[in-house]
């Protein structure tokens, strides 16, 4: 017989480890399940945000390299071959593009400055010249397609070499395609020579230009 206490439970201390290895084994579902269930689902939710947030940087990251290669190959494509020959590293391209524009900053200033010194050019009248003979004058304006050369020079000087003028230009490969005369005053003439230029950085302009051209030169 199992000792029986004075309110009719048994005391008997087995029956106590037995229950308790059934509830161990068959757990009392309480709250907690349900904040277990949505702490998991939380997780799950996070994740996804995750994946989707790598997904989209991956997405932008592809495009700007898309992008810089594009730019890159741009570029390239506007240096000269001398800049970029024998060189085919990016970082070799940004080097020489910024040597590239430092030479043009150079040229564009020396080409100013020869500007100025071809407007301001002027050959007075040789001292044997008549008192009725108007000084000879030669002027040279730069366009952004050639170059405009105005001669003045008085119409009683006969011997006027304009012939020689157009060969002079010629010999300096520049390529002559307007040539008219006309008459400014009662004794005053006017030659007015148009060249086409394909590149103010042409050969034939720079050797033009370093010429000092002068009236007195090709008479």
């Known amino acids: 017989m199992l000792p029986i206490s004075s309110d009719g439970v048994s005391e008997d201390p087995s029956i106590f480890l037995e229950l308790e ?3 161990a084994d068959c757990p009392i579902p309480d709250g907690n399940q349900n904040t277990v ?7 799950q939710v996070e994740e996804n945000n995750q994946d989707s947030k790598k997904t989209a940087h991956r997405f932008t990251e592809r495009q700007r390299r898309q992008e810089m290669s594009g730019l890159y190959a741009s570029l390239r494509s506007l240096l000269p071959l001398q800049y970029v020959k024998g060189k085919r590293a990016v970082s070799d391209h940004m080097h020489q593009a910024v040597n590239y524009v430092n030479d043009m900053k150079k040229n564009i ?3 100013q400055k020869r500007r100025d010194k071809l407007r301001n ?7 044997t010249t ?4 108007s000084p000879r004058c030669v002027k040279i304006n730069l366009f952004k397609d050639g170059m405009e050369i105005l001669i003045t020079h008085s119409l009683s000087n006969k011997s006027f070499p304009l ?3 157009l060969a002079y230009l010629l010999d300096r490969q520049l390529n002559v395609v307007h040539c008219v005369s006309t008459t400014t005053a009662p004794s005053t003439f006017l030659q007015t020579i148009h060249i086409e ?3 103010i950085y042409s050969t034939s302009l720079f050797s033009f230009c370093n010429s000092r051209f002068h009236y007195h030169e090709i008479q």
């Open 21 to 23: 290895d059934l509830l």
């Open 130 to 133: 008549n008192a009725g003979d």
């Open 37 to 43: 269930k949505k702490s998991s689902a939380s997780s």
């Open 109 to 111: 200033e020396q080409l």
């Open 197 to 199: 230029v394909i590149s």
């Open 163 to 165: 012939s020689k003028v």
């Open 121 to 127: 050019i002027t050959t007075s009248a040789d001292p």
